[in-house]
C-alpha cells in the first residue's frame, strides 16, 4: 500500500487486531468509524499503521521510528486517519468473494454424492 511513508506491506492479524483495541480502548470496527468520521483520538490513528508496518513484517522499532518520521515531517495526524481506516478496512471487510482453496466446493454448488 502506498502512504505518506511511502509504500510498505501491511497487514492486520488477530493480535495486531487485538493489540488495536487494547490500545485504543474500542473495538476495532469502532476504531474505524471514529476515523472515517474524524472523531478520533491519536492512537486511532497510530495503531493501525505502526501495528499494520510490524504485521506486514517491519521490526518493532523500524515501524514506530517511520510513523514518528512521517508524522513529524510529511504528515498531519489529519492526514494519516485515511491511511489508518484503509488498513482497518482492508483487513476487516474484506473486497470480493472468499474464494474455495483446491478440492474444496463454493458455497451451494451441487455435489456428487447425492446423499
Known amino acids: 500500500m502506498t502512504w505518506p511513508g511511502g509504500e510498505h506491506a501491511?497487514?492486520?492479524g488477530i493480535g495486531e487486531l487485538?493489540?488495536?483495541?487494547?490500545?485504543?480502548?474500542?473495538?476495532c470496527f469502532v476504531v474505524m468509524m471514529r476515523l472515517?468520521?474524524?472523531?478520533c483520538k491519536i492512537d486511532d490513528v497510530l495503531a493501525p499503521i505502526r501495528l499494520g508496518l510490524i504485521g506486514g513484517g517491519m521490526v518493532e522499532k523500524d515501524a514506530q521510528r517511520l510513523v514518528d518520521g512521517v508524522l513529524a515531517e510529511a504528515a498531519s495526524p489529519y492526514?494519516?486517519?485515511?491511511?489508518a481506516?484503509?488498513?482497518?478496512?482492508?483487513?476487516l471487510m474484506w473486497?470480493?468473494?472468499?474464494?474455495?482453496?483446491?478440492?474444496?466446493q463454493k458455497a451451494g454448488a451441487a455435489t456428487s454424492d447425492p446423499r
Open 79 to 83: 492526514t494519516l486517519t485515511v491511511t
Open 18 to 27: 487485538r493489540a488495536i483495541e487494547q490500545r485504543c480502548d474500542a473495538g
Open 85 to 91: 481506516a484503509e488498513i482497518l478496512r482492508r483487513f
Open 95 to 104: 473486497d470480493g468473494e472468499d474464494q474455495p482453496t483446491s478440492g474444496e
Open 36 to 39: 472515517l468520521s474524524s472523531q
Open 10 to 12: 501491511f497487514r492486520l
